[in-house]
Nanobody, 115 residues
């Protein structure tokens, strides 16, 4: 099973980006999908999660600006990011956890917010 993240890039402050992450291979009973990020010199931090039932949670730093969503049929999770700021610059990683607690991680996609 591999998670492939797409959609990163360079964006100006105030801009928007949409990241997507699709799971390939056989992955059963995904319980939670989410996004994390790691800025240079900092630890990886949680950004947002969405449960199988569709409940969402966000880090305070992104609440109101980021929206997480999913497509169960495609085993794909998205995050729509708006009002991006330089402090949002990081490598963004997707994460999926099965009902048995097994985690899967994507390879990361770089988001750079700069003028």
């Amino acid at each position: 099973v591999q998670l492939q993240a797409f959609g990163g890039g360079l964006v100006q402050p105030g801009g928007s980006l949409r990241l997507s992450c699709a799971a390939s291979g056989s992955i059963f009973s995904i319980n939670v999908m989410g996004w994390f990020r790691q800025a240079p010199g900092k630890q990886r931090e949680w950004v947002a999660t969405i449960t199988r039932g569709g409940s969402t949670n966000y880090a305070d730093s992104v609440k109101g600006r980021f929206t997480i969503s999913k497509d169960n049929a495609k085993n794909t999770v998205y995050v729509e990011m708006s009002s991006l700021q330089p402090e949002d610059t990081a490598i963004y990683y997707c994460n999926m956890v099965t009902s048995s607690g097994r985690p899967y991680w994507g390879q990361g996609t770089q988001v750079t917010v700069s003028s």
